[in-house]
């Protein structure tokens, strides 16, 4: 049996309890958001964001982070599973995705301090250990390791009941979502960052991962966490039905903001390929070798792209086609079976 030393969030809410009621004022993850959008808003003042909508994807990102961390969402995802679900595709996967698409290194480092900001822009340890991290295969690991650990029924019930440790469970997803997307739309092209095809391959293994996990929750026939009943499951299903749901909501939405980034950085490749185009045009210079190497690099990421796609659309047939079972759950949730 699991402990309950602190548990998360207020403890026991009804089934009925308005969701309205739920909001989670944690004013040092407000201080936060406002510190980090203040430092943000200072960076970008010195011309360095050259898009506006740039500037408001970072703070979209932010709102994408106060939705899951502040609004009840963050309530309600400690009693009913597929909420969960819908708060870390936020915290792992939209935030992130926002937060770099606005390529805010510079910003955010100007924005900084001086003291504080030679620690960032330095060549130290620090340094080094975040280009470990930033490796492709690293970053990607360690964004599917994270989700698939807190998977497990014994650790995924612990952290819903000891608050210190469900702490722990947001920023591990917050922080490998973020090292992830960093990766993804680094705005170095190769070879100082990562080709096209070495990205489209990092969203390929983590959509499939995705896929295989969200999969696994929707086809499952017996309820496997019982700390939603700890803690008062709501709005009357069942529990496998929740969990069922929420490995849709893995499954399908999730997988498709990975689709999403691929189409996204897929049009900032060929951008930038037209403006190397463009200048190579301007002086003069042979463009054989390099239109070959482009060609074959688009024809890579396309692949990878299309196997992407793929993986989706079969995702999708079988969601639709799946016989699901009859199964029984706790019994203490609603009356809906599963």
């Given at each position: ?7 998360a969030h ?6 009925d ?13 407000l201080?936060?958001?406002?510190i980090a959008g203040?430092i943000y808003?200072?960076?970008?003042r010195?011309?360095?964001v050259d ?5 408001a ?6 709102v994408?982070?106060?939705v ?5 969402v ?14 870390h595709?936020l915290?792992?996967?939209v935030?992130p ?6 390529r805010p290194?510079?910003a955010?480092?100007?924005?900084l301090p001086?003291?504080v ?10 340094r080094?250990l975040v280009d ?7 970053a990607?690991?360690?964004f ?12 995924h019930?612990?952290?819903?009941l000891d608050?210190?440790?469900h702490?722990?469970?947001h ?6 979502g973020l090292?992830?997307f960093s990766v993804i739309?680094?705005?170095?092209t ?12 990092m969203?390929?293994?983590a959509a ?6 969200g999969?696994?929750?929707t086809f499952?026939?017996?309820?496997l966490?019982?700390?939603y009943?700890?803690?008062g ?11 069922q749901?929420g ?5 399908i939405?999730?997988?498709m903001?990975?689709a999403?980034s691929?189409?996204l950085?897929?049009?900032r490749?060929?951008?930038?390929e037209e403006?190397v ?17 482009a060609?074959?690099t688009?024809?890579?990421?396309l692949?990878?792209?299309?196997l ?6 079969f ?23 599963g």
């Amino acid at each position: 049996m699991l402990s309950t030393p602190a548990l998360a969030h207020g403890g026991h809410v009804h089934a009925d309890a308005s969701p309205w009621t739920l909001w989670q004022l944690s004013p040092e993850i407000l201080l936060g958001l406002v510190i980090a959008g203040l430092i943000y808003w200072r960076g970008s003042r010195h011309g360095l964001v050259d898009e506006r909508w740039r500037v408001a994807a970072f703070f979209g990102g932010l709102v994408a982070l106060f939705v899951a961390l502040i609004s009840p969402v963050e309530r309600l995802a400690d009693h009913i599973f597929a909420v969960h679900q819908v708060e870390h595709m936020l915290l792992r996967t939209v935030a992130p995705m926002l937060l770099f698409l606005s390529r805010p290194q510079a910003a955010l480092v100007r924005g900084l301090p001086n003291g504080v900001s030679k620690v960032f822009a330095g060549t130290g340890w620090l340094r080094c250990l975040v280009d470990f991290l930033r490796h492709p295969v690293v970053a990607t690991v360690l964004f599917l390791l994270a989700s698939y650990f807190w998977m497990l029924p014994q650790f995924h019930d612990l952290a819903i009941l000891d608050e210190p440790i469900h702490y722990m469970w947001h920023i591990s997803l917050l922080v490998t979502g973020l090292i992830f997307f960093s990766v993804i739309f680094d705005r170095r092209t190769a070879p100082q960052g990562p080709g096209l095809g070495t990205r489209l391959g990092m969203f390929v293994f983590a959509a499939l991962g995705n896929i295989v996990l969200g999969a696994f929750l929707t086809f499952k026939t017996v309820p496997l966490y019982d700390a939603y009943i700890t803690l008062g499951h709501m709005w009357h299903v069942s529990m496998l039905t929740d969990e069922q749901t929420g490995g849709i909501i893995m499954w399908i939405p999730g997988t498709m903001m990975f689709a999403l980034s691929a189409i996204l950085v897929i049009h900032r490749w060929g951008s930038e390929e037209e403006r190397v185009v463009s200048r190579r045009l301007r002086t003069g210079r042979e463009m054989t070798a390099a239109s070959a190497g482009a060609n074959r690099t688009l024809a890579f990421g396309l692949a990878g792209f299309a196997l992407l796609m793929l993986a989706i659309v079969f995702s999708l047939v079988s969601v639709i086609d799946h016989p699901h079972g009859r199964a029984r759950d706790f019994g203490l949730s609603g009356q809906i079976p599963g």
